[in-house]
């Protein structure tokens, strides 16, 4: 277990997933991959948030938005249509979203640097999202569209190393 100074980084959590999960296709999809690293680490979120009565119920809402955002992912990468493909897309977005709001409620417990990193993980997984579903649909969603940024191709402005790289831990 890491002490509350250490911290996570993406790519050595890579080497950590089973073959099981990297040798299906699905894993070519950033945003499945993201979403899983942001389901392990909110696992230690949670069981920090279950030290205090007051946020049983948000640590439970939380951990399970956050895992819905991977396995509707999973769903839909699964589907025939595109149309069906969308649909579990938008499920997935609708769960990264509560996620977020999740994490702005439970910074108290949290604290801001973990919860302003969760903030912007989630951000970066929404903006794939949003790139995702108009693909599947070939029509746009009824938002401002945001830049498509990966941290491949983003610039230190728009996508921080830190996301992937310190991630802070309670």
Do not use: C
């Not at 108009?134 to 230190?156: F, H, K, N, V, W």
């Amino acid at each position: 277990m890491r002490s509350e100074d250490e911290r996570m980084n993406y790519s050595e959590w890579l080497k950590t997933v089973p073959a099981s999960l990297t040798g299906d296709s699905l894993w070519k999809m950033e945003a499945y991959r993201l979403a899983l690293f942001a389901a392990d680490f909110s696992w230690r979120d949670v069981t920090k948030l279950m030290g205090d009565k007051r946020a049983l119920e948000l640590a439970s809402q939380l951990y399970s938005a956050v895992g819905s955002i991977g396995a509707n992912l999973s769903e839909g990468y699964s589907r025939a249509s595109a149309k069906d493909r969308a649909r579990f897309y938008e499920y997935s977005l609708g769960s990264a979203r509560e996620s977020r709001t999740w994490y702005f409620n439970a910074r108290h417990l949290l604290g801001e640097t973990v919860a302003s990193h969760r903030l912007e993980f989630l951000t970066q997984i929404i903006r794939l999202l949003l790139t995702m579903v108009p693909d599947q649909r070939g029509a746009y969603l009824r938002e401002d569209s945001l830049p498509y940024i990966t941290p491949d191709s983003a610039s230190d402005a728009e996508f921080s190393p830190d996301l992937l790289t310190n991630i802070p831990m309670p």
